[in-house]
DNA sequence: GTTGTAATTTACCAACAGGTTAATTAACCA
DNA sequence: TGGTTAATTAACCTGTTGGTAAATTACAAC
């Protein structure tokens, strides 16, 4: 895989599971195990996303006896948010279309009211 | 993989080769010979990542003789636009913060001027 | 029909992703 | 000390990714 920042962030966030745990975690600070329980999967499974969340930045991790406690990190979501904005023009411009024609209806509207 | 819709562009977009092919069909329509010009891989990768990108919703194609135009369609990153702008609050909130520490110094600027 | 060009398909490969079970580490409790 | 809980590591398996080279399809131009 790409090692570039950008392709870390969006390949963690190319999986729901991850998706979940960081939308758990927007919520507050949490325990590897409370993260885990809304899954069917087992703890080294969760371990792992964990970890690739971690390595992209997403998340940070304290120490509290034998919890570790993760936290959001959302600072490399500034770099997606950027990144994507540059094309909202894009998927913009058929909606604009679109409000054109129904313009040119109701203009067409108005001519038949007359 | 997961197959989502959410998950499909966010996987589409973690490949740099990926994503410059869309800077590059955000200039308009073209072929893939014209769009693997620019990298240092063969012809039938770049076919590979169209069709990651095709599956994803973010190129179509048409046909022109043996050529296959490439467009963008960028209706999917809506969703992506979407979804990150949920955690905005969290990237920009230490900013916050060092706004209120800012404001708090030139506060104390001020007591000092008196 | 033959030749040239655009692009895809096929077959193959190495590396990686995402999951499992079992073992291990680390800390707390009593 | 021994037992429990939290979490990770290790070993393993399967399917997928990202690339290649070679063959094939499709069209155009002569």
Same mark, same amino acid.
Not at 77 to 101: C, G, P, S, T
């Given at each position: 895989?790409? @090692? +570039?920042?950008?392709? !870390? @962030?969006?390949?963690? !966030?190319? +999986?729901?599971?991850?998706?979940?745990? /960081?939308?758990?975690?927007?919520?507050? $600070?949490?325990?590897?195990?409370? &993260?885990?329980? %809304?899954?069917?999967? @087992?703890?080294?499974?969760?371990?792992?996303?964990?970890?690739? !969340?971690?390595?992209?930045? /997403?998340?940070?991790?304290?120490?509290?006896?034998?919890?570790? %406690?993760?936290? &959001? $990190?959302?600072?490399?979501?500034? $770099?997606?948010? +950027?990144?994507?904005?540059?094309?909202?023009?894009?998927? $913009?411009?058929?909606?604009?279309? &679109?409000?054109?024609?129904?313009?040119?209806?109701?203009?067409?509207?108005?001519?038949? +009211?007359?």
């Amino acid at each position: 895989m790409a @090692t +570039d920042q950008l392709s !870390l @962030t969006f390949s963690a !966030l190319a +999986d729901p599971t991850r998706r979940a745990i /960081l939308t758990r975690l927007a919520f507050g $600070e949490t325990s590897v195990k409370e &993260l885990a329980q %809304p899954f069917k999967m @087992t703890l080294p499974a969760i371990s792992k996303h964990l970890k690739v !969340l971690e390595r992209a930045g /997403l998340v940070a991790r304290g120490r509290d006896a034998q919890w570790r %406690p993760c936290r &959001l $990190e959302a600072k490399p979501l500034e $770099e997606v948010a +950027d990144w994507v904005e540059q094309y909202r023009r894009f998927w $913009e411009e058929r909606l604009d279309r &679109l409000e054109d024609y129904l313009r040119e209806l109701q203009a067409q509207e108005k001519n038949s +009211d007359v």
